[in-house]
């Protein structure tokens, strides 16, 4: 699938690492998403409530299907989040700007997943033509 088919096609995404601090990437981002009509769905352990959403601690918590996790974390924390994220039945692991990790890419493909790696969902979201 392309980038953009992804886009149109999923609607739900998980986002790893979301901040509850409304001037980091992750908050603005997500918020975009959202004013996108996407549905976000916050996962970061210790908060209840970020951008009017439940918080879930962990993807494997969250209890209805996502298709998008959207990671905001370090590279070299991402293999644990593409093993959970193969485990909840997502479709595309999408890992931002400057997060790379091919063992995480090489888990999701093997699964049948869609990867995107050192990407901003928000920046391909635009550039595709689908801001509204």
Aim: hydrophobic share 40%; net charge neutral; with cysteine.
């Amino acid at each position: 699938m392309t980038i953009p088919e992804i886009l149109k096609e999923f609607r739900t995404i998980a986002v790893v690492g979301l901040s509850t601090n409304p001037g980091r990437p992750s908050y603005r981002v997500s918020r975009y998403m959202q004013d996108q009509g996407y549905r976000i769905v916050p996962v970061r352990p210790g908060a209840d409530e970020i951008l009017g959403e439940k918080v879930y601690p962990t993807l494997k918590d969250i209890p209805f299907p996502v298709q998008i996790v959207d990671v905001f974390r370090r590279s070299e924390t991402v293999l644990p989040i593409a093993e959970e994220a193969v485990a909840i039945g997502a479709k595309v692991l999408w890992l931002q700007e400057k997060i790379i990790n091919h063992d995480a890419q090489r888990i999701c493909k093997d699964a049948g997943m869609e990867v995107i790696m050192d990407r901003c969902i928000l920046q391909e979201h635009r550039k595709a033509g689908l801001s509204g």
